[in-house]
């Protein structure tokens, strides 16, 4: 499934930020989808989770800030982050377990 973040923006600390992830493809709803994060001159990284039965799961350093969702018939996952840290500015990256990497949208955390 191919996969396309979009959403991204300049948000100062402590504000939100909504992420989307639109994907092509008809077995979408059957996917798994990830959010990964690649910070300036550091290592991609994963974020979260979002099952086809929709179970979800975090990274520590988002669990409690972040929330993945989706809406299958929209063909579409979600990332709403709260209270933002100049830390989670990143190119952020939506990708199914399988599929392969989109581009990615740039989150700036800064006042």
């Known amino acids: 499934v191919q996969l396309q973040a979009s959403g991204g923006g300049l948000v100062q600390p402590g504000g939100s930020l909504r992420l989307s992830c639109a994907a092509s493809?008809?077995?979408?709803?059957?996917?798994?989808i990830h959010w990964y994060r690649q910070a300036p001159g550091k290592e991609r990284v994963w974020v979260a989770i979002?099952?086809?039965?929709?179970?979800?799961i975090y990274a520590d350093s988002v669990k409690g800030r972040f929330t993945i969702s989706r809406d299958n018939a929209k063909n579409t996952v979600y990332l709403q982050m709260n209270s933002l840290k100049p830390e989670d500015t990143a190119v952020y990256y939506c990708?199914?377990?399988?599929?392969?990497w989109g581009q990615g949208t740039l989150v700036t955390v800064s006042s």
């Open positions: 990708k199914s377990t399988d599929g392969p």
């Open positions: 493809g008809s077995i979408f709803s059957r996917n798994a």
């Open positions: 979002i099952t086809s039965r929709g179970t979800t």
